[in-house]
């Protein structure tokens, strides 16, 4: 199967199926004309990889998982893997949590602006001479 034939059985872009070999994501031939060429399980895996980005995984750790998935084998490595990526976003979170918070913070503040948050709401004050 070519590129274009790939990307539109999964919806993957052709950009984003280049990436996914250049990362050893996924595999292809080469015709003689140097064509990328598919397999019929290249739908499958991408369906797999997609689901994996969504769920938050980067490229490196998709890598790593593969082996365990091809052999259908859970490890213990594989689920650290998993546990170690979920406590990752978990700590992405709370950041983005607290950048939410703080900027309620703000906006209540420039709703209500005060003399202590707001400089031009102060009374000048005289230059001692």
């Known amino acids: 199967m070519r590129i274009g034939d790939l990307a539109a059985a999964t ?3 052709v950009r984003s199926l280049r990436y996914y070999e250049q990362q050893g994501l996924l595999t292809a031939t080469r015709t003689s ?3 990328r060429s598919y397999a019929g399980t290249s739908v499958e895996r991408v369906r797999l990889v997609q689901q994996l980005f ?3 995984l980067p490229s490196r ?5 593969l082996p365990c998935v091809d052999a259908g084998v859970a490890t213990a490595e594989s689920f650290a893997l998993l546990v170690a990526e979920r406590d ?8 983005l949590e607290a950048a939410r918070a ?3 913070e703000v906006i209540a ?8 948050h707001c400089p031009a709401l102060r009374e000048p004050t005289t230059a001692a001479a």
């Open 11 to 13: 919806g993957a872009s």
């Open 33 to 35: 004309g140097g064509q």
């Open 54 to 56: 969504a769920a938050g």
């Open 61 to 65: 750790t998709i890598v790593q998982l």
């Open 88 to 95: 990752r976003i978990t700590a992405q979170l709370a950041d």
């Open 102 to 104: 703080r900027l309620d």
């Open 109 to 116: 503040i420039s709703e209500h602006p005060t003399p202590e």
